[in-house]
């Protein structure tokens, strides 16, 4: 059938539909396209024609998004949409033109508004306000504190022991109670006293008046009375087993309950609350001798020097005339083992070369020779002992010698006594060869005959 100029080789389908192009008619669209400017189309074949494009469009659409990076979509009318759905299609980051096809092309933000950039220039920040929804929101301000565990009865022994040790060494109780303020001891904050009570007893005297002292200045500040009650009620209980490695135990502790209720440690009550309840025999003994001190007269006995004043706390005066006592009962009694224990109780080893100068002074203003040998005997037994080393020898001797013009105003034959003892204590080996030698001699002045005109001859 003819249509106009057009003519059609294949049958037409009744109902409109999509038809899919094939290679063979390729070239039909011209056909079509010449018949459309007749104008004479069927509806059939203008629904053909339509099918036809859509089809074409779709083709070019496959075509283009396999090239390209982007994805087109195709509308229901037909015309090419930029990014469509299609799962092959991608977006360029750092494209900076709008994607919606709006706007002029410019930067977002006026370049202000990117990843990692301190915002527009001459741009300021207001103070924003805390978001009460925010799940890191802060009622108030945030205290950090530092928490310190507490210490079990393992750690504090452990903990403890080096601060007493090291406080016996310096004598500062300020030191200790900062140490202690950074210690978490908790329930076992009384164990302190108890462990430096402990210490003490083991050690030396001058050892117990510090432990003395630091107790009374720790009181108030870091241990209250009732921390020093209990810990004294566990030192009386504990009495049987310290007996074994301390036999004054029960006497020493006697001392330190006198000196603590002397010095307010320990309420004035606190003897009268054992009265009739104890029954360690040892407990009895320390109760007892404290209560002896306490009822004794001020004039008698001072309990703030119940532990007399060790080491170099002691006034040089006193160490003086202590040395000086301790030189005499040896000459009377001639015993240098006692002479020996009285030297270590003073704990003034730095301080040994003023025995050695009052046992020379002692030399030179005694009568005979008894004096020389003993004295010539001690120094010899407390050089073999070490108790009184080569500096504290030779500084003895040299104050002597350098005193001698000074010893012989009172002493006329000072110069011969200090010749004979220093000859024979080195002939013991109690003094160097040129210790010795440096002795000052007094030369022999020789008058010659009535007729020289009494000249002396050098």
Not at 159 to 180: C, M, R, S, W
Not at 212 to 234: C, I, N, T, V, Y
Request: proline share 4%; aromatic share 6%.
């Amino acid at each position: 059938e003819m249509r106009g100029a057009c003519p059609l080789w294949f049958p037409l389908v009744q109902s409109p539909g999509v038809f899919a192009l094939d290679g063979d008619m390729a070239g039909y669209d011209d056909d079509l396209n010449d018949c459309e400017v007749n104008g004479n189309w069927t509806p059939q074949e203008k629904a053909l024609h339509e099918a036809r494009l859509k089809a074409k469009a779709k083709r070019r659409l496959r075509k283009s998004s396999s090239r390209n990076s982007t994805s087109d979509s195709l509308s229901e009318s037909g015309e090419l949409l930029p990014g469509g759905d299609s799962p092959k299609g991608k977006v360029n980051a750092n494209d900076r033109k709008s994607r919606t096809g709006k706007g002029r092309g410019l930067p977002k933000k006026g370049g202000a508004g990117g990843k990692g950039v301190w915002g527009a220039a001459g741009m300021v920040y207001e103070v924003e306000e805390p978001d009460a929804k925010d799940p890191n929101y802060d009622e108030g301000d945030t205290v950090y504190a530092t928490v310190v565990p507490e210490l079990d009865e393992k750690l504090l022994e452990k903990t403890v022991n080096p601060i007493v040790k090291e406080y016996f060494e310096h004598g500062d109780t300020k030191e200790v109670q900062a140490l202690l303020k950074g210690l978490n001891l908790g329930a076992h904050k009384f164990e302190f006293s108890s462990l430096a009570l402990c210490l003490s007893l083991e050690g030396k005297a001058s050892h117990r008046e510090l432990t003395s002292r630091l107790l009374s200045d720790l009181l108030g500040k870091e241990l209250s009375q009732a921390d020093m009650a209990r810990a004294f009620d566990k030192m009386l209980k504990e009495l049987p087993e310290l007996i074994l490695d301390t036999p004054e135990a029960p006497k020493m502790l006697g001392q330190f309950l006198a000196r603590a209720i002397a010095d307010h440690v320990l309420p004035m009550a606190f003897l009268d609350c054992y009265k009739g309840k104890v029954d360690c025999v040892h407990a009895r003994a320390a109760l007892d001798r404290a209560a002896v001190l306490l009822s004794m007269k001020r004039e008698i006995v001072r309990l703030d020097n119940v532990w007399g004043v060790g080491g170099g706390l002691r006034p040089v005066k006193h160490l003086v005339k202590e040395m000086i006592l301790l030189l005499k009962e040896y000459l009377v009694s001639g015993e240098v083992s006692e002479a020996e224990r009285c030297l270590k109780d003073l704990e003034v080893p730095h301080f040994h070369h003023e025995l050695v100068y009052e046992a020379i002074v002692m030399v030179l203003e005694s009568k005979g020779d008894t004096a020389i040998h003993m004295m010539m005997k001690l120094l010899q037994s407390f050089w073999k002992s070490g108790l009184i080393t080569v500096d504290q020898m030779n500084r003895g001797f040299q104050r002597v010698y350098d005193e001698l013009p000074e010893i012989c105003l009172d002493v006329p034959h000072a110069h011969s006594i200090m010749e004979t003892f220093v000859d024979l204590c080195y002939q013991e080996s109690v003094i160097t060869k040129h210790l010795r030698d440096t002795c000052p001699s007094r030369g022999r002045k020789r008058f010659v005959s009535e007729g020289d005109g009494g000249l002396v001859k050098n």
